[in-house]
């Protein structure tokens, strides 16, 4: 049998992106920023279920999409000169994440009005916490390794626990 040509890309061990130098500091101005985000993910939800229902799923996604992209577009414009990006030396596998955007913002529209917004988010978040402690656990896509401890199971725990007390409720 013959070896593909992707066996030594797929064995290669991908490097661990260096952690950086823990900045307490940093960490208590980025926590609420993420904290806001996570909070606008959920306007967002809210805007998208009503947005696909009038517009159609996928038409609703791309709008948020594009709008998106051309705010991207202007923030590049006025930041002044970046080094762009070199696609072609970049490993494939890298530019996945261009195709989980939109699947997941699709996912969010058509769950958003049958489930309700609590309901998605929290759904969301188990799989988002979920896979990353796997992520951190074995290092995956490059980063830094951070073993899986008992109080990392057990907050996965309790957001499932939350999950399912949503579903009831």
Known sequence: MQASSLDHVAAAP????AAPVP???LRLLLLPLVILAGMGLSVEAGLLGPL?????????????????????????LLSG???????SELPRWQLIGGFLGPIYVVVLTLATPHIGIAMTMIAILSGQVGKSVL??????FGSARKR????????L????????LIARG
Do not use: M, Y
Not at 81 to 87: I, T
């Open 81 to 87: 000169r970046q080094q762009g990006p070199a696609f």
């Open 135 to 140: 992520i951190d656990h074995f290092g995956w």
């Open 23 to 25: 900045n307490p500091w």
């Open 157 to 164: 725990a309790l957001i499932v626990a939350a999950l399912v």
């Open 52 to 76: 696909g229902v009038q517009v159609g799923h996928l038409w609703a996604t791309l709008s948020i999409f594009g709008v998106g992209a051309a705010l991207l577009f202007l923030l590049l």
């Open 14 to 17: 991908t490097p661990a992106v």
């Open 148 to 155: 899986v401890n008992g109080e990392r199971w057990l907050a």
